[in-house]
């Protein structure tokens, strides 16, 4: 089983940058598809990033698309989110989150009811 770690959450005006990283911890890590999640208060949990088992083939929600870029360092165990041009609507507790059903496949989903080892989340407000 791999367990997964969020961190890089914080305060960030807006229109700047920020990076949150996602440390993994088991041997399987660069086995499957890994996603970024987030969740505002009062919102569903809704899809932000997604990246294959390689890093070769990412995906993005619309509203990040061409300001954040989802990358990993399976020598690391370690998964990224380079936050661009952020807005006051970025502001959510930010998740990591593992597909298990994508082992060593290009493919993947990007429905959150169908990952695990669910990080515990860290916070970004961005200030308007």
């Known amino acids: 089983q791999v367990q997964l770690v969020e961190s890089g959450g914080g305060l960030v005006p807006a229109g700047g940058s920020h990076r949150l990283s996602c440390a993994a911890s088991g041997r399987t890590f660069d086995a499957y598809a890994m996603g970024w999640f987030r969740q505002a208060p009062g919102k569903e949990r809704e899809f932000v990033a997604a990246i294959n088992w390689s890093g070769g083939r990412t995906r993005y929600a619309e509203f990040v698309k061409g300001r954040f870029t989802i990358s990993r360092d399976n020598a690391k165990n370690t998964m990224y989110l380079q936050m661009n041009s952020l807005e006051p609507e970025d502001t959510a507790v930010y998740y990591c989150?593992?597909?298990?059903?994508?082992?060593?496949?290009?493919?993947?989903?990007?429905?959150?009811?169908?990952?695990?080892?669910w990080g515990q989340g860290t916070q970004l407000t961005v200030s308007s």
């Open positions: 989150a593992r597909d298990p059903t994508s082992l060593y496949s290009d493919y993947y989903t990007i429905d959150p009811h169908r990952y695990d080892c």
